[in-house]
């Protein structure tokens, strides 16, 4: 059972425009989620977080965007850069299965953009 | 470059065998997590060490074991390994190990298994 969700494996964009990501979860339990970002080669790295009792936290030419009603988040990069296509991770955690400390993640949006 | 290392690199072992895997977190950091990524996955929690002790256990095989050790290094315990252990481990750390709190991930450990 999948309980944080990227539905897309992919997402291709131009320099300069708008990148958004998406992520679903299922378990309600959750009440922190992250974004990582991970290079080939490399391990993920943090990028941005959100309580669940804020709807949006921004961080430069991040910004996530927290719909606890729909438990749905979605990382946007405006602008986006070369620099920033990597297979970004949709993390959450809380109060699941006895466990508050660890992470689940979803299985990654692969981003590319294009110059 | 999170701080966190983790050797070897890469390994490449045959059925049947054991293997250890050894992270050292970010300098004052107590907590370490393990994770596995393999091809059709995304991260899987393993296990949690908070210093020295084991705070949470996720999917974690009973032919894995993990320890953290006084100085706060871990160590990841592979045995009786089989195909389908090939895969990506991870290691990361984090201050206190409290829900929440930004977890750093070392480079990681690619694992063959023949």
């Known amino acids: 059972d999948q309980q944080v969700k990227q539905n897309s494996p992919s997402l291709s964009v131009q320099e300069g425009r708008i990148s958004i990501l998406n992520c679903d979860y299922t378990n309600s339990m959750f009440d922190y989620f992250l974004w990582y970002k991970k290079y080939p080669a490399e391990g993920p790295t943090f990028l941005i977080s959100i309580s669940s009792i804020k709807d949006k936290n921004e961080d430069g030419r991040f910004t996530v965007f927290l719909n606890k009603s729909a438990k749905h988040l979605s990382l946007h990069i405006v602008p986006s850069q070369p620099g920033d296509s990597a297979v970004y991770f949709c993390?959450?955690?809380?109060?699941?299965?006895?466990?508050?400390?660890?992470?689940?993640f979803g299985k990654g949006t692969l981003l590319t953009v294009n110059p | 470059d999170s701080g966190v290392t983790q050797t070897p690199k890469h390994l490449i072992t045959a059925t049947g065998q054991r293997v250890t895997l050894r992270c050292s977190p970010r300098s004052g950091d107590l907590s370490v997590y393990w994770y596995q990524q393999s091809l059709d996955q995304g991260l899987q929690f393993l296990i949690q060490?908070?210093?020295?002790?084991?705070?949470a256990k996720g999917n974690i095989l009973e032919r894995f074991s993990a320890q953290q050790f006084p100085d706060l290094h871990s160590e990841l315990n592979l045995s009786s390994l089989e195909l389908g252990d090939s895969a990506l481990y991870f290691c990361a750390s984090s201050g206190s190990g409290n829900i929440g709190e930004t977890q750093y991930f070392g480079p990681g450990t690619r694992l063959l298994v023949l």
């Open positions: 060490y908070y210093n020295g002790e084991e705070r």
């Open positions: 993390a959450a955690s809380g109060a699941s299965g006895g466990s508050n400390y660890k992470l689940t």
